[in-house]
């Protein structure tokens, strides 16, 4: 069984539309969270959600909205696309406290045309 | 300037050779050194993990740290051309989980057979 597992895994649209990438994970992490990795593989986190709380938000355009129905998902809202949005979206989970593995999902390749 | 820095390769070494992947950083309160293989189209996967300064020996992969250089460095012997993969490293101040990992921009290898 897939740990954290995201869908699509490819996602082409025109600016200006509005898309949703999901996310879950079966391991029973209390966090959950979305990176972006750019075209130069710099990966970097964008949002975290622990028992439905968003704890980080760093500096990602409020276009981006992520939401969480139950622990075990954490999807990701994006409004108006833009080109610059364009990049590899990964979805990870792990338990907050501690030293405990990290689990990425495969990831989605979104592509803004 | 970023807070972690890795040359993005690419490296290519023939099998069997002896790899050496390094990252240097800025952030003093980095307690946490961690690589991340990355196969293409996939997501990172943790490969082993470092707390503070030593190293750490896991089959043909040993880890680095010298945190009075802040540098760490991901050791590969025997190389299979199974570890041909995008290797990142990644830090954090609190521990190992993905909350606000700090992440290289990934060297690029490939074993030749």
């Known amino acids: 069984d897939t740990a954290v597992s995201q869908t699509p895994k490819y996602l082409v649209t025109q600016m200006g539309n509005d898309k949703s990438i999901k996310c879950e994970q079966n391991l029973g992490h209390d966090t959950m969270y979305w990176y972006k990795q750019d075209s130069k593989k710099f990966l970097k986190i964008m949002f975290s959600y622990n028992n439905k709380e968003l704890i980080i938000n760093e500096t990602v355009p409020n276009r981006f909205s992520p939401k969480s129905p139950d622990k075990a998902h954490l999807n990701l809202h994006i409004n108006s696309l833009e080109l610059g949005d364009s990049a590899v979206y990964f979805c990870a989970s792990s338990n907050l406290a501690g030293v405990t593995e990290a689990f990425f999902g495969q990831g989605t390749r979104l592509t803004v045309v | 300037q970023k807070e972690v820095e890795q040359d993005p390769g690419p490296l290519s070494v023939p099998e069997g050779a002896i790899v050496s992947l390094n990252c240097t950083y800025s952030n003093s309160a980095f307690q946490y050194f961690m690589w991340y293989r990355q196969y293409s189209r996939k997501g990172p996967e943790l490969l082993m993990y470092?707390?503070s300064s030593g190293n750490k020996e896991d089959g043909r992969f040993t880890a680095q740290v010298d945190k009075s250089s802040k540098y760490i460095s991901l050791f590969i012997r025997d190389s299979q051309p199974s570890d041909s993969a995008t290797y990142l490293c990644?830090?954090?101040?609190w521990g190992t989980g993905a909350n606000n990992l700090f992440f290289g921009t990934g060297t690029r290898l490939t074993v030749i057979p």
């Open positions: 470092t707390y």
């Open positions: 990644a830090m954090s101040r």
